[in-house]
């Protein structure tokens, strides 16, 4: 690494090296703990630090930061609710959907560190400003795409626009503010992190039942308007063109051939086998390619991920667990708004606002466990957290001795409890872990540790979408299957076409494709049939989340405390 830690920083997440993430901007060269990203191994002098601009203060850059943070997180969820809709507009099935979510998170997880690494390069304001405005004239073309095919590569362009603003965050956060206002800092950031995951169904529950879903992806363009003014007046420019050694390329196209290998065989497996020799090899390509990733980075000088950072057991904890936070809260924001609109009937805006409890404690629980873990450190809090979210999801599953699992006749009211238990739990997690692993990563590679926390993080999405949904669809398909051979008087011809429309992946929101041309009557019943089918196959999806987020809990209680320790106290 071209950079130190410059005599006297007080805190690891004061110094941002060239590792690739945003590097360090400060409104005040003489903040508190700041490092200098300048500093080299061969000189204890500091390179001086670009002011901001302006001369605003930090509160004023993480405002502008979390502009582009809303935007990034709030397309990753907001489309959930608008799932029933795009499957009728566009003609798709639930695998289709799948991937209109998957291309985004896919897009942004492999190349977050490597867009970074072009802002030390070019200047991370020019970067974080180009990300903005390609993702807003990417939300055009996603609210104008003619079908799904140009809604999933118009996805993946989002998805890069929002790998580039992404590193501007973290890097920075920790790169402006001292140690002790840091975890209130990090509890903004989660906050908004929160909200913006929380808020997506709602939000989009107003503008697909007021508008149409194309709006979900238009709102964004006159955010996109107002982050790229604001950036351009606040943020200051800084750059690093030392730090950059190399981009990696190739670690680039094998990290993400593993990943979309990997995401496809989930994906696809219902549709196409999961013994079909096709998905096999898929399998087989994403564990040969994640190797090959991984054996390339342990020898590169300057690698994408430094999995020497994984020898400090709360970077490593911590990794692990926000990497299991976020596919536990994924899958349950994935599948509860098909239970909503589908099993209940509901539309996409009482959908929405059935699920607002959950944003609103959200909002508060992240910044109060964020100053909190200042205090006692982040162990028991995220580990409570998660768990309180794993106790939330199996109270919806029925899997606690006075709960009642989801069905078609389930109340609103009876979900109340376990959404603001839910709420609480993903609120008290997020801020928290984020704060451990940067307090113990070291000086010289907070960037390379911000980057792997953020690509962890939405790894973690995307195989929460993939794994829970397919094991919704597998639940479908076989729930299907055998309900059908109870079921008197369904024609072996409208059995047949009811099948292979599972086969072919058309496991549309109703009752599955096939049944056209069967009386009236007959696709009442089979509908009424479909609802109770689905929400089997809802509650046993759960059931796969509560142990992912038990894991996680589990894996929580690895931290050490991050209070008054640094990195060499963590067992590098």
Known sequence: MSTTASPGAKSPEAMVSGAGLA????PDATAPGAGAPGATAAGPSPAPRPPAAGGANPWAILAVLCVGLFMILLDGTIVNIAIPNIMRELDTGLSGVEWVMNAYVLAFAVTLVTLGRFGDLY????LFVAGMVLFTAASLACGLAPGIGWLIAFRVAQGLGGAAMMPATLSIVAAVFPAERRGAAMGVWGGVSGLATAIGPSLGGLIVDSASWRWIFLINIPIGFLGVALALRI?????????????????????SAGL??????????????????????LFVAAAVGLVLFYLRETRVHQPLIDFALFRHVNFLAGNVTGLLLSAGMMGVFFTVPIFLQTALDYS?????????PMSVVIIFAAPLAGRFSDRVGSRSIVAGGLFLL????????????WSEPLAPDTSAAALMVPFVLSGIGIGMSIAPVTAAVMATAPPARVGNASGVLSTTRQVGSLMGIAILGAVLQNRIAANVRAGLETVAGVPDEARRRIVDGLAEGGMQMGAPAGAEGMPSGALEMLDALFAGWLTDAINTTFVVGVAICVAGGLCALALRSHVGRGPADDGA
Do not use: H, K, N, Y
Not at 23 to 26: F, K, P
Not at 261 to 268: H, I, K, P, Q, S
Not at 348 to 356: P, Q
Not at 391 to 401: D, Q, R, S, T, V
């Open 390 to 401: 794993a106790f939330g999801i199996a109270w919806m599953a029925g899997l606690l001795p």
């Open 348 to 356: 996409a805006l009482r959908a929405g606002l059935v699920m607002s």
């Open 23 to 26: 590097g360090t901007v400060a």
């Open 260 to 281: 979309f290998c990997l995401t496809f065989a989930l994906v696809e497996g219902q549709r196409l086998g999961w013994t079909s020799a096709t998905i096999v090899a």
């Open 123 to 126: 200047g991370r304001r020019r």
């Open 235 to 255: 943020l200051p420019e800084s750059r690093d063109r030392a730090a950059v050694e190399s981009l990696d390329l190739p670690g680039v196209a094998l990290v």
